[in-house]
């Protein structure tokens, strides 16, 4: 398959002349999931889930479908009868031709005052996991993981040692839109071989619209 990079946490994926875009949220660019065949949404934060960027896509291709947790869905389901599907930890599906598997309930915890809200990654084909806004463990090999590298939420080495646990072929970074670009090579050497490493993952950061063949 063919990945695309979006800005912060959003990834094109294309086999087969299909396309599955994952997580077109406002800090993506505003056609991110414009030809999309299929969309997945991991939770309801704003830069995962932004409700224009999703009309246009489902709007512009009638045959476009949506998969998402409930509270994204409850948003949109009205206005697209029969193309948005609800999913949870433990369900499979087949998504443009894509096999996904979802893992994982909660979004991480940002502050104990901070309420949770659900979260849900998603592993497409056996093969790329996305994990929205969680370190959350697939149980079970991924060649390409998708590394949520700065949030609110995180720490680097929380994102070390959860590369190390996956122990992926590959470490893609996502959710970097508020990295600013000083700090960019700090974290590539902290993730890189210079630095305390991720377990002979190989690791690279990806501008926006970049693509690499999986």
Not at 186 to 211: F, K, T
Request: hydrophobic residues 45%; negative net charge; aromatic residues 6%.
């Amino acid at each position: 398959m063919k990945l695309t990079k979006h800005s912060h946490a959003c990834v094109r994926l294309e086999k087969d002349g299909r396309t599955l875009v994952i997580d077109p949220g406002a800090f993506s660019e505003r056609d991110a999931a414009v030809g999309a065949d299929a969309v997945l949404v991991t939770h309801e934060h704003l830069d995962h889930f932004d409700e224009d960027r999703l009309r246009a896509a489902l709007e512009a291709n009638p045959a476009a479908e949506l998969w998402t947790l409930r509270s994204v869905a409850e948003k949109v389901s009205a206005a697209f009868p029969g193309r948005v599907h609800t999913v949870g930890e433990g369900d499979a599906f087949t998504a443009a031709g894509f096999d996904v598997q979802v893992h994982g309930q909660m979004h991480a915890v940002i502050h104990p005052d901070i309420p949770r809200i659900t979260n849900v990654g998603y592993l497409v084909d056996g093969s790329v996991f996305h994990p929205g806004d969680a370190l959350t463990l697939p149980g079970q090999p991924v060649e390409t993981l998708m590394v949520p590298v700065m949030a609110p939420w995180n720490k680097v080495s929380e994102i070390i040692d959860y590369v190390r646990e996956i122990k992926p072929r590959r470490a893609i970074d996502i959710h970097d839109g508020l990295l600013a670009d000083l700090a960019r090579p700090v974290y590539d050497r902290m993730l890189g071989p210079d630095g305390p490493g991720v377990a002979g993952a190989d690791h690279s950061r990806m501008a926006a619209g970049e693509s690499v063949e999986l």
